[in-house]
């Protein structure tokens, strides 16, 4: 173990300093780690996990602006957010320079992201029902499967308990923003349930200002982007005895809306509507009666209706999908140390629409087997590592089959400070969506699945200092063979060959005087090219791959003055080149939003108000070429509680 030590002490040397510099004694404590399971398919610390987790919970999301899942996740790090206008507009994410096709979404662990384009619209999941997000950055095929090349996010639902709670929120804003929603909660004995409903609308009518070579910017209003979204949730939780519980959630969400598209000229209009039905029902079963073990099963289906309606191309479209998944999983604790987890997966998934030729059909079958282990002494230095082992098989009806293998470790050098060194390496995959295959006319029968290869190693370190402090920095890198693309010429999809995305994650938490004020940094620098050359005069090799800045900034101020709490939020986002070539791109932008919220008890019953800002210096800008952004625009919530 010498050489290994020395090896250990001079990889991580730099980050010594902090841990001594921070240094207090023995006796202090820090706050307890939030637990997660998406990291490892178990519940661990957050600080133990083998790659970079993050955690969004009910005080997080309480304090974001907006009311979906997208607007929840923009802040967090590395997370790039794809949005194609406001309110409803589609709204999609991606992790360390993959597309959004590479990040699985799971719903209480249950596979929610479909087969047809592997993508997830965030702006369709209202925050409701959310109880807390789990971010898992880079590969994790190993874990769940096809499609986890750039991270995980696992959105859990609101849990039940049995004590009676009522809730009832209003809400305006600009252009047209309304919004009601109510919950009830109940129970008795070992059941309770928890019940709610939203309705929102939005006109989205907002000026921008429209750029023209060599005339003047003139201010047109977007048009055509109205909408109107409701939900509706009902969760269960039913504890049969003291060894097991079962546990339930059903959730609708409609939404119509306009689809303006691109906008080209002053003059552009689209009259197309899309509208959307979303059934997703998720059915657990916990047992952990022989001590040591647990048996877990977890069940998911989800139907989703869409169709398309675009006048002007003559577009009349319709699809729906079915998924259905099951997934057993069994965890044995082998000794203090050594933990097994086994589980298998099965996945079925059908799609109808009039764009394709045939009623289409992809069935998933997986087995999984993962190994924890972990050592923990009294010393000083090196007295704790955690070892991880995964290794899952995975079989496609119509795209073949994988087996996808990870590692990992945890290693902590220094007790005082809690300065940690960790790693993973690992295989994943991503396999050909029914669009890329079957869509007519442009599909693609020969496509081949992408494989990846991800590695991470970064340093975490805590201190005590005029508060309590962390940081995390992050070297990852990502190798994609035949990664799939759409041909800009053909809107054929094809395999480019060999890809390579690497970079560097940071980040930064502070709670100073006492928690008064909470300050949370991220950069991300991200690097991902094409790394083969399809000919002698290939002008895209070795260029930055289309829609990804190299850099991202984030930063979050929290001030809490009881009974208020102010929320600022500062985003930048780098240049995107748009092309292959990189010879047209999409300028860098800052966005600051801002959001005050104040909660006052009367007795048994709490009153809140919440005022948000978002775009609070009024930028001009788009994520997404041609599809221009809002200006400042202005949210009142005001809600009442028992």
Not at 97 to 118: K, M, P, W, Y
Not at 463 to 486: C, M, N, P, Q
Not at 543 to 564: D, E, M, T
Request: include cysteine; proline fraction near 4%.
């Amino acid at each position: 173990m010498s050489g290994l030590t020395k090896m250990v002490l001079w990889c991580v040397f730099p980050v010594l300093a902090f841990g001594q510099e921070f240094r207090t004694d023995s006796a202090k404590t820090y706050k307890t780690e939030e637990v997660v399971v998406t990291a490892t398919r178990s519940a661990i610390s957050e600080k133990d996990a083998p790659s970079p987790t993050e955690v969004l919970g009910a005080r997080e999301i309480r304090n974001a602006n907006g009311v979906t899942v997208a607007d929840a996740l923009q802040t967090y790090t590395g997370i790039l957010l794809r949005e194609y206008g406001a309110g409803a507009s589609l709204a999609t994410v991606s992790l360390r320079g993959s597309a959004s096709e590479h990040v699985l979404v799971l719903i209480d662990g249950n596979r929610f992201t479909g087969f047809q384009n592997g993508l997830v619209d965030f702006s369709l999941l209202p925050l409701d029902n959310v109880s807390r997000i789990e971010i898992l950055h880079g590969g994790a095929s190993a874990l769940y499967g096809a499609d986890a090349v750039g991270g995980v996010i696992n959105i859990l639902t609101r849990p039940v308990g049995t004590d009676f709670h009522v809730n009832a929120k209003g809400s305006i804003g600009s252009y047209g923003f309304q919004r009601y929603s109510a919950l009830a909660q109940g129970g008795s004995g070992g059941l309770g349930i928890v019940a709610g409903y939203s309705n929102e609308r939005g006109k989205d009518n907002y000026p921008f200002s429209f750029h023209r070579p060599n005339t003047p910017d003139t201010s047109i209003d977007r048009v055509d982007a109205d909408y109107r979204k409701n939900e509706l949730y009902i969760n269960g939780n039913l504890n049969t005895d003291e060894y097991s519980s079962l546990s339930l959630s059903v959730q609708n969400v409609n939404a119509d809306r306009g689809s303006p598209g691109p906008i080209y000229s002053a003059s552009d209009r689209s009259l197309a509507k899309e509208n959307d039905k979303n059934v997703n029902i998720h059915l657990g079963y916990r047992d952990d009666r022989i001590s040591g073990t647990e048996l877990s099963l977890n069940t998911g289906y989800q139907y989703s209706y869409e169709t398309y309606v675009d006048p002007a191309y003559l577009m009349n479209s319709f699809y729906k999908n079915l998924l259905v998944s099951l997934n057993p999983q069994f965890q044995a604790i082998l000794t203090a140390e050594d933990r097994l987890i086994a589980g298998g997966e099965f996945v079925q998934g059908i799609l109808e629409g009039n764009d394709f030729g045939a009623r289409i059909q992809r069935t998933q079958t997986s087995v999984y087997l993962s190994n924890e282990y972990a050592d923990e002494t009294a010393r000083p230095m090196f007295d704790r590592i955690s070892l991880f082992q995964t290794l899952r098989y995975d079989h496609f009806s119509d795209v073949g089959h994988a087996l996808t293998p990870k590692v990992g470790f945890n290693l902590r050098m220094i007790r005082t400070g809690d300065v940690r060194l960790r790693a993973s390496f690992g295989q994943s995959y991503r396999a050909p969506s029914f669009n890329d295959l079957y869509y007519v006319p442009f599909n693609n029968r020969e496509l081949q699945p992408e494989h990846s290869q991800s590695f991470d190693a970064g340093v975490l370190a805590r201190g005590v200092l005029w508060g309590e402090h962390s940081i995390e920095a992050t070297y990852f890198s990502a190798t994609t063979k035949d990664r799939i693309v759409f041909d800009p010429v053909s809107y054929v999809p094809v395999n480019i060959g060999k890809t390579v995305s690497q970079g560097v994650e940071s980040s930064y938490r502070g709670e100073l005087m006492d928690g008064t004020a909470e300050i949370v940094l991220s950069y991300t620098y991200t690097d991902a090219r094409k790394r083969n050359s399809s000919s002698t005069t290939d002008s895209t090799f070795n260029k930055q791959l289309a829609f990804i800045p190299q850099n991202l900034f984030k930063a979050v101020l929290s001030l809490h003055l009881q009974p208020f709490t102010i929320n600022m939020f500062r985003l930048f986002t780098g240049v995107r080149p748009v092309n292959e070539d990189n010879t047209e791109s999409l300028p860098s932008y800052s966005l600051t939003n801002a959001n005050i919220v104040a909660s006052v008890p009367f007795g048994p019953w709490e009153v809140s108000a919440k005022v948000e800002v978002d775009n609070v210096f009024n930028v001009q800008y788009q994520v997404y070429p041609a599809y221009p952004m809002p200006g400042r625009t202005y949210k009142l919530d005001v809600g009442v509680e028992y």
